[in-house]
């Protein structure tokens, strides 16, 4: 089952590369807000999504398709504070979701991996779907942060390390691509070897099989003449 699931990881992740998901998106950036709390129940989050209105933006941007480009609430990239985002959705892998400012991208908060005890999530979901995993939003920590009764447009600079985080990405989708075409050669060679073996058993199968057909004939002429 394990097996399944990281060749589920692996395609997804191929499928998101090859559609340029990752990609800096201006308009994610622009959208982005600065919100005391998400929504952690699927009402509650689409009544927050109505309210952001992507689907205003979604058709003027080129970041990925209308479909895609949807509502967020998720942390930054210091994990101090949850942001309100209307940015291409993805597949995330086994960790926390973040919007990441300098990378203008959804991506996996690396800081922040999931697990059996805290914080908890799956092992792959979709980043539109981060309300279901709230232990990740209790990971904020409002040391330090000073808010407005009203949301405020999310202006701050990141010095996140983004070159880290696309470097991960590459050598990630490098490992899945190596390791999803090592499975295949692996059931190719295994399939050749169970044909060669099969073609190699059939003629001694065929000649066992003479030889025994012999040997009963020679046993009844040998009954006859006797």
Known sequence: M?????????????MQLSQ???RYCQEAVDSAESVRSCPTSKEEWEIAAWKKNCSKIASQQNCSSAEKFQYHCVLNGYRNETLEVCAPSRIIFGHCVEFNLQGGVIQEQYSS?????????????S?????????????????????????????ETSTTDES???????????TA????????????????????????EAPIN?????ICVSLVESNKARGLSD
């Not at 394990?2 to 191929?14: D, K, R, T």
């Not at 995993?133 to 009203?150: E, F, H, W």
């Not at 065929?206 to 003479?210: F, I, L, N, P």
């Open 2 to 14: 394990n097996n399944v699931h990281l060749l589920m990881g692996y395609v997804l992740l191929l």
């Open 20 to 22: 340029g998901i990752s």
């Open 113 to 125: 991996p999931c697990n059996d005890t805290f914080p908890r999530c799956d092992k792959h979901y």
């Open 127 to 155: 980043s539109s779907t981060a309300y279901k995993y709230p232990n990740c939003y209790q990971l904020v920590s409002l040391s330090g942060i000073i808010y407005s009764k009203t949301t405020m447009k999310y202006h």
């Open 164 to 174: 880290h985080s696309r470097e991960f990405q590459i050598i990630v989708g490098i």
């Open 177 to 200: 691509g190596f390791s999803f075409a090592v499975c295949i050669c692996a059931c190719i060679i295994r399939v050749i070897r169970y044909k060669t073996k099969a073609h190699r």
């Open 206 to 210: 065929e000649m066992g099989g003479s």
